[in-house]
């Protein structure tokens, strides 16, 4: 390890020793992240486009496979990308892809035969569907509460969400586990505890897990409370 990598690792781990001493005098947690954390203060887009399904795949096949069992017909996918993962793994079902405005040209481009639209956070007007996808989403919008409050609007029933695991995607005293993330496009980043607690506020939880092996990728599925 060289002299500017040293310097930069105690600096690291004095930023969670200030962390740990502002927890301790009571420092105020923010959608169940821990007090002490950086929560990023401005929305970047991030285009997402030219991805396929080299990441979170196994979100969808789970999806897929609740579809299947459940006997579902109606597939919802909030912030869908590509739309490449909602055609290839739910294509058979009546799909509904939602994103923001600048993706859908290209999602209508690509896929023109299927469903795309956009909807803000507050919009009630789409009758709710038998499952709902939201891969990867919650940590770039700015209020997740919003979004949780959409997601829980959209769904009769099945919730399958996912964002990437803070405590799986750095080492222990790396500064991005105090935020803000290391890409622009993430607001905020929970790690596998502090996701559950803020997503058990909404629904009943049923399976989470880290569906890859090796990806950061946390997934939660969930049900509505009855």
Known sequence: MGIASLKQRLIDISRHGIAYARELAGAQQKYCIRGAYTHRNKYC???DTEYKDEYQKEVYERAAEI?????LSTIYD???????????????????GFDVPETLEFLRRTYPERNWTHATFSDRSH?????VICSDVIEHVMDPDELMNFLLSLTSKWLVISTPD???EYSVFSRFQLGPPHTDHHIREWSFNEFHRYIEQFVDIQEHCHPHPTHATQMIVATLRS
Do not use: N
Request: glycine share 14%; net charge neutral.
């Open 45 to 47: 887009y991030f285009d």
């Open 127 to 131: 009758p709710p569907a038998d499952l």
């Open 166 to 168: 803070r405590a799986r």
């Open 78 to 96: 909030v912030g869908c990308g590509s739309g490449y993962k909602l055609i290839k793994y739910l294509g058979q079902y009546e799909t509904v």
């Open 67 to 71: 579809a299947e069992h459940a006997g």
